[in-house]
């Protein structure tokens, strides 16, 4: 079969809303034609969300470096020996969030951190409460699937009953990090002391069940093969069919400076889109697809919004984990900036909300 019948098969689907195979994200992966890749992202996202590309007035708290995981691909981890190795108590936390509050009005905290080996479980529970007694207006979105199962062991409870807890302390939604890639002998490369894929799934499926909604994510551009990026899409795809709580997919391509993974190089930005696209595509029961500027800077973050993103992410402020590794993009943005990148794309700046919302105050 010829690629361009291939391409009018895949075309014929996306134009019939019919659901994309793996082997039609393979073979997509595989193209080199860009362009049209892009062209049915773009169609396929303007279906689903008109000429809006979404923004959140946010901060990122990373409340500590200190982690007893050693991830090949992180350079934010520190044992806690180092000199910037660090822990933000709760009312450093608090004092964070008042300052910025000041200057930006943001609607969102989102919080993680590595997972410290001394802090007491009460610690995640004080603070969510403090952060909403304090805030109530805002929404947490805190504490990925690995740190949510790193709290289930310290206290000795189910992963149910930390979401339980959390919730009920004022926990809004989780962040989609942590996901990595799902390959086993890839993760076995990279992070053998975090949690599996399936353990991934399994926490954000229960999270959904417990109704916190949360994100999910791929990191890319870590010697994965095509393969283990369609496997990975396929089984956030079909969690997504059975759960139905994911708000968003995010693709975080690798960050190598200061890592520990060999010969390590920048995704190129040919790829970054192209991941973007068939993210697009294929995730159809995805309603939103971000773009993170962190990683591939705003130039190629605004093409993006044309090959199948729709959400610009947020304002960020002061993003440490990507700049760790070599990020030498905004550590944030100011809504006026975010609102003049998004119409120089041809697009409408939408403000949201964690779930989306557009009519709040």
Same mark, same amino acid.
């Given at each position: 079969m010829t690629e361009n019948k291939n391409f009018d098969? #895949?075309?014929?689907?996306?134009? /019939?809303?019919?659901? $994309?195979?793996? !082997?039609?994200? $393979?073979?997509?992966? &595989?193209? %080199? @034609?860009?362009? !049209?890749?892009?062209?049915?992202?773009?169609?396929? /996202?303007? +279906?689903?969300?008109? %000429?809006?590309?979404?923004?959140?007035? /946010? #901060?990122? #708290?990373?409340? +500590? /470096?200190?982690?007893? %995981?050693?991830?090949? *691909?992180c350079a934010f981890y520190r044992n806690g020996k180092e000199p910037d190795a660090y822990l933000m108590n709760i009312e450093?936390?608090?004092?964070?969030?008042?300052?910025?509050? &000041?200057?930006? =009005?943001?609607?969102?905290?989102?919080?993680?951190?590595?997972?410290?080996?001394?802090?007491?479980?009460?610690?995640?529970?004080?603070?969510? =409460?403090?952060? &909403?007694?304090?805030?109530p207006s805002l929404s947490i979105q805190a504490f990925t699937a690995v740190e949510i199962d790193y709290l289930s062991k310290i206290s000795g409870s189910s992963v149910k009953d930390v979401l339980r807890d959390l919730r009920e302390n004022g926990l809004d939604s989780l962040p989609g990090g942590g996901a990595e890639i799902f390959e086993p002998s890839i993760r076995k490369k990279l992070c053998p002391q975090k949690i599996s894929g399936k353990r991934w799934i399994s926490i954000h499926k229960t999270a959904h069940e417990s109704g916190i909604p949360s994100n999910a994510s791929m990191l890319y551009g870590v010697k994965e093969s095509y393969e283990d990026r369609v496997s990975h899409l396929s089984e956030i795809r079909k969690a997504q069919d059975e759960s139905g709580g994911f708000q968003s997919f995010i693709p975080f391509a690798f960050q190598p400076k200061n890592t520990a993974v060999k010969k390590g190089n920048f995704t190129s930005g040919y790829d970054d889109l192209k991941v973007i696209a068939v993210s697009r595509l294929f995730l159809d029961n995805f309603k939103h697809? &971000? +773009?993170? *500027?962190?990683?591939?800077?705003? =130039?190629?973050?605004?093409?993006?919004? !044309?090959?199948?993103? @729709?959400?610009?992410?947020? +304002? $960020?402020?002061?993003?440490?984990?990507?700049?760790?590794?070599?990020s030498v993009n905004p550590v944030g943005l100011s809504v006026k900036n975010v609102k003049k990148i998004i119409r120089e794309a041809g697009k409408i700046p939408v403000e949201r909300d964690t779930l989306y919302n557009i009519n709040f105050n």
């Open positions: 098969l #895949i075309k014929e689907k996306i134009y /019939n809303n019919t659901r $994309l195979s793996e !082997s039609d994200a $393979l073979f997509l992966f &595989k193209s %080199n @034609d860009l362009i !049209s890749i892009g062209e049915l992202a773009g169609h396929k /996202n303007d +279906t689903i969300n008109g %000429n809006k590309v979404y923004y959140i007035v /946010n #901060i990122h #708290i990373n409340y +500590t /470096n200190i982690c007893v %995981n050693r991830c090949a *691909f450093q936390i608090i004092e964070y969030i008042e300052k910025h509050k &000041k200057t930006n =009005n943001f609607k969102e905290v989102h919080i993680v951190g590595g997972l410290h080996p001394s802090i007491p479980y009460g610690f995640y529970l004080k603070m969510i =409460n403090r952060i &909403k007694s304090e805030f697809v &971000k +773009t993170f *500027f962190v990683n591939l800077g705003i =130039n190629l973050a605004q093409v993006s919004l !044309s090959f199948g993103a @729709d959400d610009f992410d947020g +304002t $960020l402020t002061e993003e440490k984990i990507s700049h760790d590794a070599g």
